[in-house]
């Protein structure tokens, strides 16, 4: 079996915009457009649902850059009750609603969540098997609290 988080990673997350710039996905494509048009291919895709006490709505989905490599989208809509230490997952729990499912699951860190709210972009390390994600997880590591996830599917 695959273990997601049997990497160590220390890629930084980034704004689509960052992320156009550092990956070169065309000259000339402005922000959230470049963003856009750097997503060649439609991945698994959902949309967070919170938990108790943690609001999120918004889509995520996986997205194929133009030069091969993956990513994890936050959507523009994307949006999160704000917290501490708040870190973005790919777990392979199908539909965590909880700290133990998220704890009870094998995942990657992507990273610090950058914003709250709106369009943003998480490279996904070489090597992981896409097959085994089956979600994306906010989680506040600080407190170990489950904060939105979004099935993938």
């Given amino acids: 079996m695959y273990r997601l988080s049997s990497f160590a990673f220390a890629t930084m997350p980034m704004t689509a915009a960052a992320a156009i ?6 000259p000339g494509l402005p922000g959230a457009a470049a963003a856009q048009e750097a997503a060649t291919e439609a991945l698994p895709s959902g949309t967070f649902s919170g938990s108790k006490g943690h609001k999120s709505s918004g889509g995520a989905s996986i997205v194929r850059l133009t030069d091969g490599r993956h990513a994890l989208k936050l959507e523009e809509d994307f949006r999160v009750t704000n917290g501490p230490d708040l870190r973005v997952y790919l777990s392979a729990a199908p539909d965590p609603r909880s700290r133990t499912d998220v704890e009870g699951a094998n995942y990657v860190d992507l990273g610090e969540l950058m914003s709250a709210k709106g369009d943003q972009l998480y490279p996904i390390p070489e090597g992981v098997d896409l097959a085994g994600v089956n ?18 599917q």
Avoid: E, N, Y
Avoid at 21 to 26: E, P, R, S, V, Y
Avoid at 135 to 152: D, E, K
């Fill in 21 to 26: 710039a550092i990956l070169g996905t065309g």
């Fill in 135 to 152: 979600s994306a997880v906010i989680w506040c590591r600080a407190f170990s609290v489950f904060f939105s996830a979004a099935p993938l």
